[in-house]
């Protein structure tokens, strides 16, 4: 849906004018973006009397927001997808988002968000660095983001304050580690589903379980086109499916007999926090633009099923000690006639060093390893490569994003360095990856989940390289804007040379958002 430009300035004021008018802060929304029903949100009642004020009124039952986003990206050389182009190239994008949380009634709530994202010097054109459809640019420039519905506090009377509650339109969708169902936030568009979500959430559920069902029809342009959806997804009629069971033991904690003592005496935990989650993701993707290795054309119908674990052992009280997570995915089913068996899995972690003589300074260094399976033979009209359905690419495998958790082996080293408040440094990090084909008859796949190249005889060599990343973020007037900025440089491995050689890439990025 397109809106004019003076509409949206129209609103931006509308959204500005009541915050200034208020006599005094807007209540906590319930579900705002969160995605969990709240039930500490209880709006006041309504001024009565003739001191009532219809500003007054309108900043208790509705807080705006919003955020201005923009970075600049330079490449060289842009793309591998083309052997001995070394073109390089940069663009400025730029995306601005405005909100509002309206609290209707205690048990009813909405949401409503308006994105215009866009890069410098173009009008949804498409062009090399954003084409039409792209994950960069909207061609309608002014969309809605998010539109949605909440009814918390369902069956209370019967089941408890946070039994039950329901979400209703376009959202965003993010589960575990965000390896599989991400917003993707760092996309220009990023992702939303139009969908109607069941949250499940007792207050005294065993091990704090919280289970999530959902359905949803593709129809953002980021989430169709960007994770593996098909390209053209306009009409009612292209069935375009995902929908998931996804439950969550978010609080356990294990052995809590089972104790150690910390270097200041205290006795505490060996095994902390932990949490296990449990889903089922199911697509249904059916307007026959799918190839089968025999070249003919049908839907999708996948089924993902998923376990992951996360938790701590011998944290002390300032935050020292050791975290690890794990997940485990199997996917089944029929992509344009052919089974599916593929599978992925990610093994990770760290130990934080705080405390003593860093004083407020927290420094983890940790490793990664991620595996998704590939196709073996592409003429057995078996499919073996793994999808990771809609992920947060480029936080995983290296911030080039040239590498995917499809058909793809990551061995990482990571350092995040966590400075004191004052310095107004979030956080520095560093890291190194190794990237290698699971199969080299396979392709090699970017974060968009688009293949680059791809050897089908298997005479390539399978490792494709190396990465070095170096991040940072700094509070520029904390907490209001932060400055994002980082380098990257990707060291082509045999696998590059032996498909057209081609140089190492850099990639510079400096992002500025001021979120209000």
Known sequence: MKFPRSLFGALLMSA?????????????????????????????????????????????????????????????????????????????????????????HRKISARFQLQDSRIWGE???????????????????????????DFNHLLEDSFGECALALRIGRQELSFGDQRLVSPLDWSNIARAWDAARVVIDPANA??????????????????????????GVTTVDQKQGFHGIYAAFEDIHPADDWTWTSADGKLLAVLGRHQ?????????LADGVFTAEDGSRGDVDEVTLGVRGSGELFRDAVGSGWDYSGEFVYQTGSWAGDPIDAFGYVVAGGYTLAGGSLGSWKVRPGVEWDHGSGDSDPNDGDRGTFDP??????????????????????LSFNLRVTPP??????????????????????????????????????????????????????ALVPPIAVIWT???HFFPGDFVDDTGKDPGRDFVFAQLAVTF
């Open 16 to 104: 500005l004018l009541p915050g200034l008018l208020a006599q005094d802060g807007s209540p906590r929304v319930v579900g705002a973006d969160s995605g969990r029903a709240d039930s500490s949100a209880t709006p006041p009642g309504p001024t009565v009397g003739p001191q009532s004020s219809a500003a007054v009124d309108l900043a208790r039952f509705v807080r705006f927001d919003g955020q201005i986003r923009t970075r600049y990206e330079y490449f060289r050389p842009f793309s591998y997808t083309s052997s001995g182009v070394a073109q390089s190239d940069d663009a400025v994008f730029l995306r601005t988002r405005l909100g509002a949380n309206f609290t209707l």
């Open 123 to 149: 009008e949804g054109a498409g062009t090399g660095t954003a084409p039409v459809g792209s994950a960069t640019t909207s061609i309608d420039n002014v969309d809605i983001h998010q539109a949605y519905l």
């Open 206 to 231: 065993p091990g704090g379980l919280r289970v999530d069902i959902f359905a949803s029809i593709l129809r953002d342009t980021a989430s169709s086109n960007v994770g593996g959806g098909p390209v």
């Open 389 to 410: 359905l809609f992920p947060f690419g480029h936080n995983y495998q290296g911030i080039q994003d040239t590498f995917s958790w499809k058909n793809g082996q990551d």
């Open 276 to 284: 296990l989650d449990l889903y089922t993701f199911y697509r249904d």
């Open 421 to 474: 408040r004052e310095t107004r440094v979030i956080e520095a990090e560093a890291q190194f990856h190794l990237f290698w084909l699971t199969e080299k008859k396979d392709g090699w796949f970017n974060a968009g989940l688009a293949q680059i190249r791809r050897d089908t005889t298997g005479s390539a060599d399978g490792f494709v390289g190396s990465e070095v990343d170096l991040t940072l973020k700094y």
């Open 486 to 488: 980082g380098y990257s």
